[in-house]
């Protein structure tokens, strides 16, 4: 995370923003779907990973991502839930950018 800081714009943190956004909406309409590539999370992630220039970083992150899309992780997800957890995760994002935005590293 440490490249990604001394990279950020306030574009990148924008779409930070963005992302976060975007899983709090998605979460309120019950809409948190793993099945596209427009989810807020992997959004908030992927765009650390392109801010830092890491590609490596990108590939797991995709990988990662593309095994929660199977039908075994949404039965796994149900028992453990995931689902209300969400708006933890939401706040540890926030969290996050914050520390980006203040150069915390």
């Keep these: ?21 975007k899983m709090e909406k998605d979460i309120d309409a019950v809409l948190q779907d793993l099945s596209n590539h427009e ?22 992150i995709d990988q990662l991502w593309e095994g929660m899309r199977h039908p075994i992780f949404k039965t796994i997800g149900e028992r453990v839930r995931l689902a209300e957890n969400a708006r933890r995760a939401v706040s540890d994002h926030r969290t996050i950018l914050k520390r980006i935005i203040a150069g915390d590293k």
């Design 1 to 21: 995370m440490i490249l990604a800081m001394d990279k950020m714009t306030s574009d990148c943190i924008k779409d930070l923003e963005t992302a976060i956004y």
């Design 39 to 60: 989810d807020g999370d992997w959004l908030f992630h992927i765009r650390i990973a392109e801010t830092a220039g890491n590609t490596v970083l990108r590939s797991i």
